[in-house]
């Protein structure tokens, strides 16, 4: 079956770090442009973070510049999101997804259609 698989989430308080992690199953991650999403309750959702297939290219949202990393571990098979000094605001269900041949600049635009999604992982930041 071919699909994403997010891992990682959790409750975590401000301040606090977290690190999540796409894997793809069926297919090879390795060529694929691979984008962080999240989507809070009663909000849309929004491109946080995207690498393109061969990390050389990153784009985060204003929100997280300098607090997020987002990277490709080759051992592992994954695109990781590095999550660091997290605040309430960034609570949310954490989506990663996936699309062959894909600038990274439109990877990360939610409405564009993606090739793969993954089913999200809950991210709580609170005291």
């Known amino acids: 079956q071919l699909q994403l698989v997010e891992s990682g989430g959790g409750l975590v308080q401000p301040g606090g770090s977290l690190r999540l992690s796409c894997a793809a199953s069926g297919f090879a991650l390795a060529y694929y442009a691979v984008g962080w999403f999240r989507q809070a309750p009663g909000k849309e959702r929004e491109g946080v973070s995207c690498?393109?297939?061969?990390?050389?290219?990153?784009l985060y949202v204003d929100s997280v510049k300098g607090r997020f990393t987002i990277s490709r571990d080759s051992a592992k098979k994954t695109v990781d999101l590095q999550m660091n000094n997290l605040k309430p605001d960034d609570t949310a269900v954490y989506y990663c997804?996936?699309?062959?041949?894909?600038?990274?600049?439109?990877?990360?635009?939610?409405?564009?259609?993606?090739?793969?999604w993954g089913k999200g992982t809950l991210v709580t930041v609170s005291s």
């Open positions: 690498i393109s297939s061969d990390g050389g290219s990153t």
């Open positions: 997804a996936a699309t062959r041949f894909s600038r990274v600049e439109n990877m990360c635009v939610p409405t564009i259609e993606k090739d793969y």
